[in-house]
């Protein structure tokens, strides 16, 4: 799977069944959402370029599936933050490795 076709499944997925990480309460969605993030980063782990790809999901995974009365509840330097500890998660466990 390129990074492409990853992040095209888990966009698809958050459209289809975005609930479980956009509750409608606030504290709440900013737990999921980071949540979303630390696995989101954990699936790029095995990806070198993963950086420029992930600058642009915050806009594709956030605010796009915030757009209700709760809105937005983190910011992108969290959702970043996010990633970068699931990535960490990922090398860690895998020792960086496929």
Do not use: C
Not at 3 to 16: D, H, M, P, Q, T
Not at 27 to 54: C, T
């Amino acid at each position: 799977m390129t990074i492409s076709e990853y992040l095209f499944k888990l966009e698809a997925v958050l459209r289809s069944n975005p609930l479980p990480y956009f509750p409608m309460d606030k504290e709440e969605r900013k737990r999921q959402n980071l949540k979303l993030g630390r696995e989101f980063g954990f699936g790029l782990g095995i990806f070198e370029d993963w950086v420029s790809y992930a600058q642009t999901t915050y806009s594709r995974f956030i605010v796009r599936n915030s757009l209700d009365s709760v809105g937005v509840v983190i910011d992108n330097k969290e959702w970043m933050r996010a990633i970068k500890e699931g990535i960490q998660s990922y090398k860690a466990k895998t020792g960086g490795h496929l």
